[in-house]
């Protein structure tokens, strides 16, 4: 069965930065992408970033990219998201999801329960 | 960046069949998914490669994608199916999901 627990989430105030984390299991992590996904309450999805399978290729949405960075532990099963320079507006709840195959430019087939963020003073 | 668009929200009665478009420029040209996300859940895959069904989906979910329009349809629409659907496609760099679709069975 595949798992993805999320962590790393809480209250942060603005310009600070926030490292999460996914720990995957259930699957041959090294095979597949990785991705971050963010909802903000009440809003719809948004994706944030994805990861290829060796960390060879790497994708961020417009909002985030300069700020946050992805990166993977293969031999860990671990996934990260690192977020400096943090707005209001990133306050939202935090999914990983395991990518469908080893691109990240392709869909999403199991996500995590998210871990929280709240960027506030 | 590539967009989709989805309508806000759909309404259907019971028993019923509910359809859900995504629209994106030549989206057809493009695999397009299907989430399903219930209140205080976690998105599930519902459909992919735009007509295919996970194990466990049930068959009253199908979808298609030709031209500019992705359609997620319900058939026979039942009470627990009600929740927010999104759709999602990828580009060369980015993955890309539209702004959802809250279906009300009712």
């Known amino acids: 069965e595949v798992q993805l627990v999320e962590s790393g989430g809480g209250l942060v105030q603005p310009g600070r930065s926030l490292r999460l984390s996914c720990a995957a299991s259930g699957f041959t992590f090294d095979d597949y992408a990785m991705h971050w996904v963010r909802q903000a309450p009440g809003k719809g999805l948004e994706w944030v970033s994805g990861i290829n399978w060796n960390s060879g290729s790497i994708g961020y949405a417009d909002s985030v990219k300069g700020r946050f960075t992805i990166s993977r532990d293969n031999a860990k099963n671990s996934l990260y998201l690192q977020m400096n320079s943090l707005r209001a507006e990133d306050t939202a709840l935090y999914f990983c999801a395991k990518g469908y195959s080893g691109s990240y430019t392709h869909l999403l087939d199991y996500w995590g329960q998210g871990t929280l963020v709240t960027v506030s003073s | ?106």
């Open chain 2, 1 to 106: 960046s590539y967009e989709l668009t989805q309508p806000p929200s759909v309404s259907v009665s019971p028993g019923q069949t509910a359809s859900i478009t995504c629209s994106g420029d030549r989206l057809g040209e493009r695999y397009a998914c299907w989430y399903q996300q219930k209140p205080g859940q976690s998105p599930v895959l519902v459909i992919y490669q735009d007509s295919k069904r996970p194990s466990g989906i049930p068959e009253r979910f199908s979808g298609s994608n030709s031209g500019n329009t992705a359609i997620l349809t319900i058939s026979g629409t039942q009470a627990m199916d009600e929740a927010d659907y999104y759709c999602q496609a990828w580009d060369s760099s980015h993955v890309v999901f539209g702004g959802g679709t809250k279906l009300t069975v009712l």
